[in-house]
C-alpha cells in the first residue's frame, strides 16, 4: 500500500479522499492554487503546494505542475478526484512516465470512454443498448440541424468531452438547434479544450440511472446496483437516491450486466460509472461512463457499506478485490442532496462571497437514520467564481425511502448557511413534494413541477399554526432579555401579556397564551383564532439560528433570522416574515402604506455576478422578445440573456470582459 499520496483536487472531493487515507494510515499532500490558500483541504493534508493562480486552467488543470508537487512531496500516486484532470488520460500516462501511481483506471479506458462518439461506438459492440443519434464529427451549425432533421426532434446536443452538464443543449426546432450548436461548441472549447460536437436522440419523460462498477488488475469486475439521478436543473443533478424507486430487480441484473460487460471491453480498472438514460417501459439506453468517482457515490457507499475510494487505492495498488458480485448487497434507502451556491428563486443562478455562518447538522446514527455531510468548507469560507458552487453534499440513509427522506427534510431545516443565496429552501420544499415522495421522477421534474420557477412556497393552515407558535416564543424571549439586561431604564412590569398577533408576511393570526412561563427552557400552551390549544415547548436562546423543541408534540426545526421589527423563518422549504405585536400595534399595522418596489421593467439586470462574454446588440437598435441580447459567464457555464419584450435599446452600460456583480444594469430599453 502507498505510504504517501497527492490529492490533485479541491473542496469537499479532496477532503473526502484524504479521510479515508488517514483511516489507512496513508499521508496526503494537498495541492492549492491562490484562491484557496486558507481551504479545508489544505489545513486537513499532511503537506500542501501551492500550484498556481486561482483560474483553474492556470493552476489545478496543469498536469506538470501536479507532477512537480509529487517530486517535491516524495508522492507516489495521485487521486484525482472528479472534474480538472480525472479523465485526462495525457496526465496518466504522463504520470506513468515518471513512475507515479494514476489512482483510477488506465489511460486506455480513460480515452475511449472520455469521448462521448468512440464510447457510444465501443458500447454497441459490447452489447450494450445505445441511443439513435449521430456520432461523426458537425461541420457547423447548418450541418447541425441537418443532422438534427434527420434524427427527428426533440435531439440531444452535446460536447464530445463534456461533463458537469456543460456543453449540453437540448433543441426542439431548427433555431434551437442552430443556436444550441454554437453554445454548446463555445462553452466546450472553454471548458474542455475540446469543441467536438454531437447529437443523438433526445428520450422523452427520461430517467437518468447509472450503474457504479468496480473492477480490478486481476480480472474482477462487478456492479454495486445502481443510482437514481433524475433530479436535475440545467442538466446538472441535485439529488440522488440509492436505489432508483423505479427499477424491479430483472432491470437492474440486466443493467448491471451490460455495464459488467463494457467496463471488460475496455480492461476497466478501479471504480467507474455507466449512466443510462431509462424510459417509462424500463427501456434502458446507454449514455455515457464515467471514468472516475462520481460527485453522487456517497449513496452507493451507504446502501453497500463499500467505502469507493479504499478500494480505489487498493486496486491501484495491485490488490485484487476481496469480495464478489454475490457479496453485494442493497441494504436500506440513501438520498444525498447536491448542497450549492446558487439562488434558487433567481432560476439557480450562482451566487458567490463569504459563508458568514456554516454550521451543518451534527453527522452520526440518529434512531435507525444516518447522516453524513461531505463538505469541503468551514464558517468564513469564501465561494468564489472560479470553481464549481457546491458547498456539500448531505447524505441521510434509513432502512425505507419514505424515512430516509423525512431525516433529510429534518437536516436541512437545521442546515445553516448565511453570507450567500444557496438551494436549501428548493431542496427543502422537495422532500415535501407529493410527486418526489412517491417516486414519480424524470430529468424533467423540476421544468415540469416548477415552470415559472421556484418560488418558496407560502404556508397552509397547519404550518401556518406552526410558524406563528414558533415566532410568539422567539418574540417573548426576546423581550424578556432585554428586560433582564442591568441598567435598562423602564423594564415592563405586572402581568405578561395574554392577547398577541402574529403577522405572517400579509396575514394577521390572534395568538392568546393560555397558560406559561417565560424562561429557558420554554413551556406554553396557546390558543390561535379559537382553535384547539398548542403546547410549545423549546430550550432555544435568543441568537441561534435555528429553533428547535416541539409543538404539540411534533419535533420542528425553524430557521431563524432576524429582520426590521421580527424575524424570517423557514420551515420545510416554507418561508415567512413574522411580526408579533400587541393587538392595538397590529390594529394600526393594518393602516400602513405598502411600499411599492422600484421600476427595473425597462432594464437588463445581470442575474448573478459573472463575466460578460458578448453583447448581441447596439445601442438604438429595436429588438424583440426572446431575442438574445448578452451572454455571462458564471461558474463555467455561459448564460445567454434574452429580451423579454419587444423595445429598443437606448443605453448599453456594460462590454465584453467585464466583471459584473449581481443586478448591475446591462443595458436600458424604452
Known sequence: MFKKILVANRGEIACRVMKTARRMGIATVAVYSDADADAVHVEMADEAVHIGPPAANQSYLVADRIIAACKETGAEAVHPGYGFLSENAAFCEKLEAEDIVFIGPKPKAIQAMGDKITSKKIAAEAGVSTVPGFMGLIDDAEHAVRIAGEIGYPVMIKASAGGGGKGMRIAWNDGEAREGFERSKSEAASSFGDDRIFI????????????????????????????????QRRNQKVVEEAPSPFLDAETRAAMGAQSVALAKAVDYQSAGTVEFIVDRNRNFYFLEMNTRLQVEHPVTELVTGIDLVEQMLRVAAGEALSFGQADVKLNGWAIESRIYAEDPVRNFLPS???????????????????????????????????????????CTWAPERLDAINAMSEALDRFVIDGIEHNIPFLAALMSHPRWREGRLSTGFIAEEFPDGFAPPAPMAGERAVLAAVALAVELLRRDRLDRLTGRLAPHSGELKRDWVVRLDDEYLSISLVEGMISIPLEMDIRIDDADPLTVRSSWRPG??????????????????????????????????????????????????????????????CPMPGLVVSIAVTGGQEVKAGEILAVVEAMKMENVLRAERDGTVTKINAEPGDSLAVDAIIMEFE
Not at 450503474?211 to 437514481?228: F, K, M, P, S, T
Not at 426545526?557 to 432576524?562: F, H, L, S, W
Request: proline fraction near 7%; aromatic fraction near 6%; charged fraction near 25%.
Open 544 to 605: 441561534e439560528p435555528v429553533w428547535a423543541g416541539d409543538v404539540n408534540g411534533r419535533a420542528v426545526a425553524v430557521q431563524v433570522r432576524p429582520i426590521l421589527n421580527g424575524v424570517r423563518l423557514a420551515w420545510q422549504g416554507v418561508t415567512a416574515s413574522a411580526r408579533v405585536m400587541l393587538p392595538r400595534i397590529a390594529d394600526l399595522d393594518r393602516l400602513m402604506p405598502v411600499r411599492e418596489a422600484p421600476d427595473t421593467s425597462k432594464m437588463l439586470l
Open 200 to 231: 443523438e436522440k433526445f428520450v422523452e419523460e427520461p430517467r437518468h440511472i447509472e450503474i457504479q462498477v468496480l473492477a480490478d488488475a486481476h480480472g474482477n469486475c462487478l456492479y454495486l446496483g445502481e443510482r437514481e439521478c433524475s433530479i
Open 352 to 394: 458567490i462571497g463569504r459563508l458568514t455562518r456554516y454550521r451543518p447538522p451534527e453527522e452520526g446514527r440518529f434512531g435507525d437514520a444516518v447522516l453524513r455531510n461531505d463538505t469541503g468548507v468551514t464558517e468564513g469560507s469564501e465561494i468564489s467564481m472560479f470553481y464549481d458552487p457546491m458547498i456539500a453534499k448531505l
